[in-house]
C-alpha cells in the first residue's frame, strides 16, 4: 500500500505562472487536507476535500488558490498567477474516517520555488 | 492564530540524553499528534493521543496530555544524533482531521 504520493517533488514557475500541484491519496482514504509551509514555520491548514466536495476552504487564500479532488484522479491545488510569496512547501495528507481518531498520513510535499 | 505553540523553539542535547518538548493549545480537543520532520522532508507521524489518555509509549517515546492545563509533552529518551529534526505537534479540531499545527521545537543531538 503505497503511502500518500505527491508530485512534482519540487516546482520552479515564474511570477505570473500557474502551479499545479498534485496528491494521490493512500488507498481507501477519501479524505485529502492540503497545508502550507513557509520557510521556518509551522503548517498551515489550507483546506479539507472529500470525493467531489470541499468540505473546509477556510484556510485558503480566496483569490488565485483552488483545490479539487475529483471523482477519478489525484487532488489537485492550483495556483494562478503565482507570486514569490507563494513559494512554500505544499503538502497533502490523507485519512481514511471523517472523526479526529485516526492519524492522517501525509506526503513528502512540494517545494514550491516562484522566481 | 496558531493552536498549538511549542516550547522551546530549539533545544540542543549532547547524544544519550533526554528531550523534552512541550506544546500548550488553546480549544477543546479530541486528540493531540506528535510528528517529526527531517529538515526539507515530509512529516512523519510519532504518536497520537486521545483526550482520555494520559500518558502514552512508543519505543523511546513517551509523550503526556493534561487536558485541564491543555498542554502536552513529548519525552524522547537516550537521544541519537539521527533525532535531530523539527518536532510538531497538532490538534484536532471540528470533528474531523483537520489538524492545526505549532510553529514546532528544533531538536539538534550532538554526537
Known amino acids: 500500500n503505497a503511502g500518500v504520493m505527491q508530485n512534482p517533488r519540487h516546482l520552479v514557475r515564474r511570477r505570473g505562472q500557474e502551479a499545479r500541484l498534485r496528491c494521490s491519496p493512500m488507498?481507501?482514504?477519501?479524505?485529502v487536507y492540503w497545508y502550507r509551509q513557509l520557510p521556518e514555520e509551522g503548517l498551515k491548514f489550507m483546506v479539507y476535500l472529500q470525493k467531489e466536495n470541499i468540505i473546509d476552504e477556510s484556510g485558503m487564500p480566496k483569490e488565485r488558490f483552488s483545490a479539487e479532488f475529483p471523482k477519478e484522479g489525484p487532488s489537485i491545488l492550483r495556483i494562478q498567477q503565482v507570486v514569490r510569496g507563494d513559494s512554500a512547501a505544499y503538502f497533502c495528507a490523507s485519512s481514511p474516517l471523517r472523526d479526529g481518531n485516526t492519524e492522517a498520513f501525509f506526503g513528502q510535499g512540494t517545494r514550491l520555488t516562484v522566481v | 492564530s496558531q493552536q498549538g505553540e511549542e516550547d522551546p523553539q530549539a533545544l540542543s542535547i549532547q547524544e544519550g540524553e533526554n528531550a523534552t518538548m512541550n506544546c500548550s493549545y488553546k480549544?477543546?480537543?479530541?486528540?493531540l499528534q506528535w510528528y517529526r520532520q527531517n529538515s526539507g522532508r515530509g512529516l512523519v507521524h510519532l504518536i497520537l493521543i486521545r483526550s482520555n489518555e494520559r500518558e502514552k509509549h512508543s519505543g523511546r517515546l513517551r509523550v503526556t496530555l493534561d487536558t485541564s492545563k491543555k498542554s502536552s509533552s513529548l519525552l524522547i529518551t537516550a537521544s541519537r544524533a539521527a533525532d535531530t529534526a523539527s518536532y510538531f505537534c497538532?490538534?484536532?479540531?471540528?470533528?474531523?482531521?483537520?489538524?492545526?499545527f505549532g510553529t514546532g521545537t528544533k531538536l539538534q543531538v550532538i554526537p
Open positions: 480549544t477543546s480537543i479530541n486528540n
Open positions: 488507498k481507501g482514504h477519501s479524505h
Open positions: 497538532a490538534t484536532d479540531g471540528g470533528g474531523y482531521q483537520k489538524v492545526t
